[in-house]
């Protein structure tokens, strides 16, 4: 009797071993992901640059060659330019960084997708963006004067028909 | 790899040895891992389907449906939430404890391989249908596990969009990814049982359910589990904001802090060659095999019970191929043959009685054949001294037998203690070679072979062919199963089985069988 009450005992000492794991590491011990006092920007947009070596209108000769249905204004190269992109915080230079077009053909958009950690509190951004042949400068530029919460998530987008960069 | 297996070996050993103590050979968990997975796959569907009739699949309420589920009706819907979360937990517990036995037993190697190697799969499965699940709850922790599978994946070359562009914003995020979600975590479980059956496809007589007794006694477990601590979310999402501090589950998660100390890319890598290790383990190296058990045609009559009692459906029934007058016959397949010995053990042509004619039996391993088997009785019984000669038949997996050898005792080690006719405990005991007969194979539950201690005892019982015969006297049979590391338990059941022995009486002479007799005195009449 007394071997069987013991073996029960045992038994519950495994049961209570065993979902005691189960209920620890389900959630415990607890991760730190983000320090609490710091703020993320994320850079992240999808842009496709301009063609590489520009369009030009088709000759004559091309024309006569070209199916009526198949003839185009303009040729266009498929090959697409990478872009440069900067992000500057409090006039440090924080990312800077030229971007390929996707494809085989190169000719799909570039993509970016950054993160960057910064202490929460005002902070002066600057995104900047070439997407054309220019060798100097940028075509795009916008700035903002944010000041970061703990934790926040701050986006940076860009939209070329709405002017630029994005700040969300 | 034996340097990490031998310590492992034993420390499993040595938890079999006190869970056996505690909860009998029966209910050893250690000997359910697989069945304990099963049964907590169970679990998770049944409370899986309760909690999904509640569930939202929208941005905006499936944080809310949860929580309403999880506080309105505590007492039910929260139950299902919390046994969903730990079942699903303990899943991958009983997961990693039966790769890491298997492991550690060898059991993964040689015609094993099939079964370990289609293991792999199986945890990847079961870390999406995690993953998914985590995701759809929509709290803080989905919110981490959302972006950074995303981010994850968006590291692979092969997707045209980012797909953690979806959650940069609140306003991003679109309810049909819960709908995939939703889907994904209903249909990866699906193709999960797919595969779980693949899994079992080389294993006979697989187990699926545990002993009734375990499985409540588990149950009620993950039930007190789930009220006292049930299964909280953290918080509702909020993409403006960056999870800091979270309570992440690592029995689902222990990769996702890798990926803020290394890319996405390294860590793909880490865990494609990590699986690829896992999966090519059978071979590194590949097991050193006995020879397959042989058919000889001359003896067997398809009687089919060496296909009965096969272990990892090695050998099967086909239609006779020598004109015998016999339908079928049996058949091994090589590549599945664990070289046991069973197959013979259950053959009733395995009779070392036959003197006649050289003793063939219809299956044999090539290696260890009954004739030799039979020689070595004879050998070894024909040294024994005393009053109490006892002869111990080990198992080469089980308690290690050669040290028990003596004047009085002799040893003989086979592949697994079902490979042992019992006519020759009959034939040891009846023509007098040994006083005493102890069978000692592996320990009850952790049989290498599976069934070597399950068939041995229903042949002795007389419910399973062959039978032991009624003659012998069973107060001359010690069945003493140990494990490798019981090896003094043993020598000390053995040592008082020799002292019982010698105050035994002699036996009488066993009756000739009834229709002999009969025929015997209907010639004395004549």
Redesign the interface.
Known sequence: MLRRIA?YA??A????L??A???Y????P???????DR??I?L?F?HGGARKGGCRKPTAEEIAQTAVNMRRKLICPRERVPLLVELEVDGEVRLRESLAP?GLALDGPS?I?RRIELPAGPHRIVARLRDSERDQGFDFENGIDATLRP???F?I?FRADLGGFIF? | MDFIRRPLRHVFLLSEAV?D????PAWN?LYHLGALGFFHYWIVAVTGIYVYVFFETSVSEAYLSVEAITHEQWYLGGVMRSLH??AS??LV?MMAVHILREFAMDRYRGARWFTWFTGVPILWLVTISGVTGYWLVWDMLAQ?VAVTTS?WL?SLPIF???I??NF??PDSLDSRFFTLMVFLHIAVPLILLLVLWIHLQRVSRPKINPPRGLAV??F???L??AL??P?LSQGPAD?????????????YLPVY?LL?VMSGQSLWALVLIASLILAVLPWMPPMRRRPAAEVHLDNCNGCARCVEDCPFNALSLVPRTDGAPFSHEAKVDPKLCISCGICAGACPTSMPFRRATPLVAGIELPDLTMATLRDRVDTATAALQGDARVLVFGCDYGAPVRGLAGPGTAVISLPCIAMLPPAYIDYALSKSRADGVVLAGCREGGCNARFGQRWTEARLAGTRDPHLRARVPRRRLLVAPAGPADRRKLAAEVAAFAARLTSLPAEEPPAPPARLAAAVDATKEA
Do not use: C
């Open positions: 073996g045992g038994q000492v495994v049961y209570a065993f979902v794991i189960l209920g590491l389900s959630d415990s607890a991760y730190e992901h983000f320090p609490p703020a993320l994320k992240s999808s996707t993509r997708y934790g926040q998530n986006v987008g969300n | 869970l103590k505690v909860f009998g968990p979360r730990y937990d303990a517990l981490y981010e968006d045209g969009e980012l953690a562009g940069l914003t006694g588990t009620i477990a993950m007190a589990l006292v601590k299964a993409l403006a904001s960056v999870p800091t501090v979270l309570g992440i589950d690592w029995f802090p803020d």
